[in-house]
């Protein structure tokens, strides 16, 4: 079965509304201006519903102009969660305690959701409509596990795992291509001795064949706050804003395709 925390499964919605469109059932998002490059974005646990990921790939476009694509619910199973579903359960800054109520919902949620979360299944393959010269990946919180384990492939150019779901050691040893980590300071699927573990692995793999990587750590956040961020929270949405921007600036560097006329 898939493990989730109580944080995999509440957030908040963005406000705004997406300008892609959808081709069968993935979200597009052209590039301004024609270009070799493109981005993929993973979702979280909520797929397509929630407009979070939509609004994040509509900027992705406009800042690093280009085509950018996210994984429909078919992709990767039905989503076991549903925007109603999306509200807090536990605090949204770190060293709070949970109250014993929220603990009870969480774990009634979970229940109800259970034949949903053992259907699901990632694509093992995207299959691309027009022919890049270069394509990253991203992945927010169950995207980030799955984009972990599509870094050890040959699918993508670059990567960017945010606060991923439930991974290990072994996944993270198999990644092959440059990495860019943006880590929440309280997550409890991606913990201070694995988050370390990962960035010790990430700095060998640099010795020995210079792959690029980069963690950054953002305090005062919470598991989910790249994708389903508290924005009344000041700390949260300074660090959502810098966390887009880390994502930018890695593409950046890492998918360096110039626009074509």
Same mark, same amino acid.
């Given at each position: 079965m898939t493990s989730v925390c109580e944080r995999c499964i509440q957030g908040y919605i963005l406000d705004g509304q997406p300008s892609g469109v959808f081709e069968g059932p993935a979200y597009f998002k052209a590039a301004p201006v024609p270009s070799? #490059?493109?981005?993929?974005? @993973?979702?979280?646990?909520?797929? %397509?519903?929630? *407009?979070?990921?939509?609004?994040?790939?509509? #900027?992705?476009?406009?800042? @690093?102009?280009?085509?950018?694509? %996210?994984?429909? *619910?078919?992709?990767?199973?039905n989503p076991p969660f549903t925007p109603e579903q999306l509200a807090p359960v536990v605090h949204d800054v770190p060293n709070t305690s949970t109250p014993f109520l929220a603990k009870i919902k969480f774990v009634a949620t979970i229940f109800t959701s259970l034949p949903a979360l053992m259907r699901i299944r990632f694509a093992r393959r995207i299959k691309l409509e027009k022919k890049y010269d270069k394509i990253g990946v991203i992945g927010f919180c169950f995207g980030g596990a799955q984009v972990i384990r599509l870094a050890s492939t040959d699918l993508f150019d670059s990567a960017i795992v945010a606060h991923p779901g439930p991974t290990g050691k072994k996944d993270i040893q198999a990644m092959k291509i440059p990495?860019?980590?943006?880590?929440?300071?309280?997550?409890?699927?991606?913990?201070?001795?694995?988050?370390?573990?990962?960035?010790?692995?990430?700095?060998?793999?640099?010795?020995?064949?210079?792959?690029?990587?980069?963690?950054?750590?953002?305090?005062?956040?919470v598991h989910g706050f790249a994708a389903r961020p508290n924005l009344s929270i000041p700390v949260v949405k300074d660090a959502f804003e810098a966390a887009f921007e880390q994502t930018v600036s890695w593409f950046n560097k890492t998918l360096p395709v110039e626009k074509t006329a």
């Open positions: 070799k #490059r493109a981005v993929i974005v @993973l979702t979280d646990i909520f797929g %397509l519903k929630v *407009p979070n990921s939509k609004l994040l790939a509509d #900027r992705y476009s406009e800042k @690093l102009g280009c085509d950018l694509r %996210l994984t429909s *619910p078919s992709a990767i199973g990495t860019s980590w943006i880590c929440a300071e309280e997550d409890n699927t991606f913990p201070p001795s694995l988050r370390q573990e990962a960035e010790s692995i990430f700095r060998r793999k640099h010795e020995i064949d210079k792959l690029e990587y980069e963690f950054k750590d953002y305090k005062g956040t």
